[in-house]
């Protein structure tokens, strides 16, 4: 009688199995450079079309009233209510310069040369945020005022005080923006320019840009130099140095433009283009960039 052979089940040898891990490494270490360049191009995209966005609220906003917003401030009386009720005033005191900074917050209805808000609370309207204006609701986020290469939209409650200063947010979590008007542009209240002051030309006038920022201040809700969007006359959103700086750890982003990107920072002009500076653009001519009448010529950028 003949039996049947008895099969015998094949397996990886220890080998094989190395062999076969190895490949993949090699093919994971390969393909995620790209996926990460990918996602690095399409964050950039879609922060490129969010300041495109902000340059068009700019412009409808100009059409309105005939004057582009200013970045607001302090009118010396106002102040809001805190989580428990109690009447008190936005401020900051920073620990190299002990003397206070009040800052004012955005009220609706109120003429350009009046707004207390910044410009950014000043154009909600015209980024179909016409309803966080009205209820003046600055613990909502808005998505268009955060670059998806650097954090998520969260609103973010000041410390009582961190390695900069000390803070007087109320106890409410605040709305935040990664990008600043260029303070000559956008000055403090009750200074408001129109496009006729624009004799560099609108295509070579920058109306908002990304700003610097250290990485590990991205979530921890400071507002040295990160106030929110909500609050007029801070630097947080305004920048008026002409330095462009690729976010870092220890990095002065004080003053200074500046993003998470791996080339440069994005600008929205005047004229409503969005360009790409590289960190290495020249001091002179951003700032020829930033002045909408010195008169410099500038060159290609």
């Known amino acids: 009688m003949r039996t049947r052979p008895q099969s015998v089940d094949k397996a990886f040898t220890l080998i094989e ?11 994971i270490g390969l393909l995620l450079p790209a996926v990460m360049k990918v996602r690095a191009a399409a964050a950039r995209i879609q922060c490129g079309n969010h300041l495109k966005q902000l340059g068009l609220a700019m412009q409808m906003h100009h059409d309105t009233y005939q004057v582009f917003p200013s970045n607001g401030g302090w009118d010396g009386r106002e102040r809001i209510l805190s ?31 009046q707004q207390t808000g910044s410009w ?6 015209f980024v179909e945020q016409r309803n966080i204006y009205e209820m003046r609701s600055w613990t909502n986020p808005v998505s268009l005022y955060i670059c998806p290469s650097r954090r998520v939209p969260m ?48 295509s070579n006038t920058i ?12 979530q921890t809700g400071t507002w040295f130099w990160d106030e929110p969007f909500f609050l007029g006359g801070a630097g ?23 993003s998470a990107h791996f080339s440069g920072s994005q600008f929205v ?33």
């Open 155 to 202: 609103a973010q409650t000041p410390p009582a005080y961190d390695q900069y200063g000390s803070y007087v947010g109320g106890g409410w979590s605040w709305g935040k923006s990664d990008y600043a008007a260029n303070a000559l542009v956008c000055p403090a209240r009750p200074v408001c320019l129109t496009m006729a002051q624009f004799t560099d030309g609108l």
């Open 236 to 258: 947080g959103t305004e920048r008026s140095q002409p330095i462009v700086l690729r976010d870092a750890p220890g990095i002065r982003f004080q003053f200074n433009w500046g």
């Open 120 to 125: 950014a609370y000043e154009v909600l309207p």
């Open 17 to 27: 199995l190395l062999v076969v891990i190895a490949i993949i490494a090699v093919l």
């Open 83 to 113: 989580t428990n009720g109690q009447l008190f005033i936005p401020e900051s005191i920073e620990f190299n310069n002990p003397t206070p900074h009040p800052w004012g917050v955005g009220q609706p209805h109120l003429l350009p040369f």
């Open 269 to 301: 002009f005047a004229d409503g283009s969005v360009h790409l500076l590289a960190y290495a653009t020249p001091s002179p001519t951003l700032y020829a960039l930033m002045t909408p009448n010195g008169g410099e010529v500038t060159p290609d950028f």
């Open 207 to 218: 109306l908002v840009g990304e700003k610097a920022m250290d990485p590990k201040n991205y």
